[in-house]
């Protein structure tokens, strides 16, 4: 069964390398008077890379228009998580991405194309 990962509801093509997803702490670090440290958990979060090794202009536009549908920042990512569907209020890091070619109709594929979805 392949991936189907949604962002906003709307299908969006699978990456050619697996999503790398990174669960973090989020905590509350501060010294005390007598100067230890004194951290309190807060959180789990995670975030998600995504990596296209080749992706047409279509397809990449299709998640830009998604992502970068500002002033609105903050996004529903859904995906199956070892047969569980999870959902992950998210916002956009840095999109990296090199032109590979331009096809005898003008349109355009992407090559090297990855960014980050940060969980809120």
Known sequence: MALVIKLDGTTIKNPSVPIQITKYPVTKAGRVSSALMAIDFLAEKSTF???YEAISHS????I???IH???TMFH???IN???VEQS???YPGA???QLLRSDNNGYWYWQSVTFQLIEQ
């Not at 397809?59 to 299709?62: A, E, G, I, Y």
């Open 49 to 51: 890379q995504f990596e």
């Open 95 to 97: 999109v990296k991405k």
């Open 64 to 66: 830009l228009n998604i």
């Open 81 to 83: 998580e070892n047969g």
């Open 69 to 71: 549908d500002f002033p």
């Open 88 to 90: 992950y209020t998210v």
């Open 59 to 62: 397809d990449l536009q299709t």
């Open 76 to 78: 529903t990512l859904t």
